[in-house]
């Protein structure tokens, strides 16, 4: 009887083993799921996608390639840019809460540096940066679970003195990650923006020549060490939106109509910032990028942690042209961090109206 017990408990042991071996204690679903793939877009636009989703999750794949590449940062200023597909920042990802993203992230033969990625949005692994580090010529595919809903940047981080350096050549982005039955607003209902942009702000940190003008170099090995220098001082000679100064102005400005609610996601992946609407106010805001969290209502300007992106929605009621900023104003108008957005409509004088335009002032002179 007794023998027939500890056999009993062996056969147990090794059918138990047996199973362990075979399958780990935690495995993914995600290979039964649907996949699609996300066509990337440069910014301020996003990637086509539904606000609430439609079905169960899916794998989302997408591909992210690590451009070297000289770019000019405003007022012909070049700088040996690292990015990822070629822009600052780089595209903004969209999935849904319980999605899982498959990142593949190429690093061209002809670059000079290694690159990886690490996404705020994932667990794990510093943010997959241990699994996707690459040298010039390979590639890596990594697959997470987006379990967090929020706006979230992703950022190379190589290691070492490198991590400045990629990020704040301009190697960094942002994924949105929405909640499956969309956003809700202050009351928990559900709220639907009718354009998104994506802001992401750059502060860069460029060596100069005596006379002030700055200086060129001919690759970003090149300009590393001499740039690491300036970043040192904590002390910007740039600071702006999408990758150089009036990237968002003028003929580019962002463009809205009145009665629209536009969802504005800014990031900065390195350095804090407080965005604010001149002339107009966040209506909801989403802190610290949190879209799980109650979003904070009426704000002047919000706060942008370094290393986050946060979103805020706005229905403008006036048109006309409005200033997207910094209220740092040194970053603003000295540094260029400032975009505009032309809203079209019409004009509602019960909010504000010209009761006097400017004229000779008949108390000139008087106290
Ligand atoms: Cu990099």
Request: glycine fraction near 10%; charge should be negative.
């Amino acid at each position: 009887m007794k023998i027939l017990f500890i056999l009993i408990v062996q056969l147990a042991l090794i059918a138990c083993t047996a199973s362990t071996a075979n399958k780990p204690a935690l495995t993914s679903t995600a290979d039964r799921l649907p996949r699609v793939r996300q066509n990337l877009v440069a910014p301020p636009f996003l990637p086509k996608h539904d606000q609430v989703a439609q079905g169960g999750p899916k794998v989302v794949q997408v591909r992210l390639v690590a451009e070297e590449k000289e770019l000019d940062i405003g007022n012909g200023v070049m700088i040996q840019a690292l990015t990822f597909n070629g822009t600052i920042p780089g595209p903004m990802i969209v999935v849904h809460q319980g999605d899982y993203v498959e990142l593949t992230l190429e690093n061209p033969a002809h670059n000079q540096l290694r690159h990886t990625i690490d996404l705020h949005a994932a667990t794990g692994a510093l943010g997959g940066a241990a699994l996707l580090k690459i040298d010039p010529g390979q590639e890596a595919t990594m697959r997470f679970k987006a379990t967090k809903a929020g706006v979230f940047v992703y950022h190379c981080a190589p290691g070492g003195a490198q991590i400045p350096y990629h990020v704040v050549a301009g190697m960094n982005g942002a994924i949105m990650v929405l909640p499956r039955d969309g956003l809700k607003d202050n009351n928990g209902n559900p709220i639907e923006y009718d354009r998104a942009y994506y802001i992401g702000e750059q502060d860069f940190y460029l060596p100069q020549n005596g006379d002030g003008s700055y200086r060129s170099f001919g690759s970003p090995l090149a300009a590393m060490e001499e740039e690491l220098d300036v970043m040192r001082t904590l002390t910007p000679t740039h600071v702006v939106l999408n990758g150089a100064a009036g990237a968002l102005t003028g003929t580019h400005a962002l463009t809205a109509n009145v009665g629209e609610k536009v969802l504005f996601i800014h990031s900065q992946a390195n350095r804090d910032s407080r965005p604010h609407i001149i002339g107009g106010h966040a209506d909801l805001v989403w802190q610290g990028g949190s879209f799980s969290s109650t979003p904070m209502t009426d704000y002047q300007t919000w706060f942008v942690r370094g290393g986050s992106a946060v979103a805020a929605l706005y229905e403008f009621r006036e048109p006309g042209l409005y200033v997207y900023l910094n209220h740092n104003l040194i970053d603003a108008v000295l540094l260029g961090a400032a975009a505009h957005i032309q809203v079209a409509g019409e004009w509602n004088d019960d909010l504000m109206t010209q009761v006097a335009k400017p004229h000779a002032s008949s108390r000139v002179g008087q106290r």
